[in-house]
């Protein structure tokens, strides 16, 4: 399994949660910082957040900071998303994916998953 895949997709009401998960193997993510960004119809793919290899640093866009919970388990070699007070904009398709040579920061985008929907009606 070369590229992630993702999961836990689907059409939340303003208000609620959603999780999406992430996995690959572990030669795509062992060691290396992961995360997940979204685009939605009409604009470009934008950073969501990003965890390093250790789980010990996080980083999120502003427009998700004190909502979204970026989460790792490398033992099953996923990734988690967990998603809470989801506003209409948060609509998109989410991308995992991992840095190219960090373990920190995810700067340099590598190996992209095929996405999962996420809808937020109301």
């Known amino acids: 399994q070369v590229q992630p895949v993702e999961s836990g997709g689907g059409v939340v009401q303003a208000g609620g949660s959603l999780r999406l998960s992430c996995t690959a193997s572990a030669y795509i993510f062992d060691s290396y910082a992961v995360g997940w960004f979204r685009q939605a119809p009409g604009k470009e793919r934008e950073f969501v957040a990003s965890i390093a290899w250790d789980g010990a640093k996080a980083f999120y866009a502003d427009s998700v900071k004190g909502r979204f919970t970026i989460s790792r388990d490398n033992a099953k070699t996923t990734v988690y998303l967990q998603m809470d007070k989801m506003r209409s904009e948060d609509a998109a398709v989410y991308y995992c994916?991992?840095?190219?040579?960090?373990?920190?920061?995810?700067?340099?985008?590598?190996?992209w998953g095929q996405g999962t929907q996420v809808t937020v009606s109301g």
């Open positions: 994916t991992k840095d190219r040579f960090s373990a920190v920061a995810l700067t340099t985008p590598h190996y």
